[in-house]
């Protein structure tokens, strides 16, 4: 039963671009060997924390999406919790997300074939800009 | 003036002397006229005073939901520029009655902040430092 799943974890503002390569390609080695998928690696860059989190007031911003089990979820976490540079991190199941915004946009879809009306302004809205 | 004081001095009354013209007002006479005039009025004149100062002094649009009206269907939680237009200055998130969202938008919108602040995109609580 495979799930997509979004991991989005921060690391400490002073950590250097290689141990950054470094981690994400041990987490991307763990997804593979129990035979997920990484979909997409996203770094958000650097950018100022709401609150402070370990002393820290900024963070580095990596964003994952994963597909696989939640056994799979459960042993990324588990490394996520111990590797030192992590000040935090969250996972967030989309594949239902996904499923609900597709069902409506089909939907939309067909009526807008059945009456075809100017519709630019919700083309813009189906596509939320990600705020890096 | 002598008239007046030469009356109070006659009834031998010094507050009703004192104050001669607010005597005359809640005079006896007066009051019992007052308390009929209500009743009186109230029936025709009723709908005239609530729509005068309890009607609608302040004109209130109606509300809607902002994610209803812009067809937004992903309230996503890294979408912090749209989450933070529901968020007040302190941090909280804001009423539906307050901002007019519909109840299933706001159940979406609330999981939602409380995701971005648990990854600090948003503050629990206060302004960011």
């Known amino acids: 039963m495979n799930r997509t799943y979004e991991l989005m974890f921060i690391v400490r503002p002073d950590m250097a671009e290689e141990d950054q390569d470094k981690l994400i ?22 950018r100022r924390l709401a609150y402070r989190v370990r002393k820290f007031n900024d963070g580095i911003y990596v964003l994952l999406t994963v597909e696989g089990s939640g056994g799979l979820i459960h042993e990324l976490e588990r490394r996520l919790r111990v590797t030192e540079p992590v000040i935090k991190f969250l996972t967030v199941r989309i594949d239902e997300e996904q499923k609900r915004l597709d069902k409506i946009k089909a939907i939309r879809d067909a009526r807008r074939k059945a009456a075809p009306a100017p519709a630019t302004a919700e083309a813009a809205g189906e596509a939320p800009a990600v705020t890096a | ?12 009354e010094a507050p009703s002397g004192d104050r ?31 729509g005068g100062p309890g009607g609608r002094k302040y004109f209130r ?6 994610f209803c009206v812009e067809k937004i269907e992903a309230i996503n939680y890294k979408d912090i520029r ?21 109840t299933p938008h706001q159940r979406r919108l609330s999981s939602a902040i409380k995701q971005a602040r648990n990854i600090a995109l948003l503050p629990f609580a206060g302004r960011a430092s």
């Open chain 2, 20 to 50: 001669p013209s607010g005597g005359d007002r809640p005079s006896g006479g007066d009051r019992p006229d007052r308390e009929r005039r209500p009743p009186r009025a109230g029936g025709p004149g009723g709908g005239r005073g609530e």
């Open chain 1, 25 to 46: 390609s041990t987490l991307e080695s763990a997804v593979t060997s129990t035979g997920g998928v990484v979909k997409n690696v996203e770094r958000m860059g650097k």
């Open chain 2, 61 to 66: 649009r109606k509300k809607v939901c902002k």
């Open chain 2, 82 to 102: 749209l989450l933070a237009q529901f968020v007040a200055e302190s941090g909280k998130i804001v009423p539906r009655r307050l901002t007019g969202v519909c």
């Open chain 2, 1 to 12: 003036m002598a008239d007046e004081t030469r009356a109070a001095a006659g009834t031998a």
